[in-house]
């Protein structure tokens, strides 16, 4: 099975880092862009099969991150947003719209892994 696609978006270069060498680790490919900018040029070149996107990365709508990702770019790929803030309260806020799925920043390697694998079978 070819391997799966994985684009992350985040402006925190630590943050680029841990999920790359813990996705790396389970044979994941692995794209990353720091920038809305980025992310939009990437994403009208090439079809991740999932995007993991910080819900902070500036540039974007801070309301609905994923729906402003979608507008932009015409994008299929599924997408994990990743936030600082508690997942209940922006789901309950409407933010996590356009998004299949929401995980709390510092939920450590495991869920997270257990988030994406679930999500590309």
Excluded at 4 to 11: E, F, N, R, T, V
Excluded at 83 to 105: C, F, P, T, V, Y
């Amino acid at each position: 099975m070819p391997e799966k696609s994985i684009l992350i978006a985040d402006d925190d270069p630590s943050m680029v880092e841990f999920l790359t060498s813990a996705l790396e680790a389970v044979d994941f490919q692995i794209d990353s862009v720091t920038s809305t900018e980025e992310l939009v040029e990437k994403l009208l070149t090439s079809t991740p099969d999932l995007i993991i996107l910080d819900m902070g990365i500036p540039g974007l709508d801070e309301k609905k991150p994923a729906m402003d990702v979608r507008k932009r770019t015409s994008t299929l790929a599924k997408i994990l947003i990743i936030s600082g803030r508690q997942i209940d309260d922006e789901r309950k806020a409407g933010h996590l719209q356009g998004a299949q799925e929401a995980i709390q920043k510092g939920a450590g390697m495991a869920p997270i892994i257990a988030t994406v694998q679930a999500m590309l079978q």
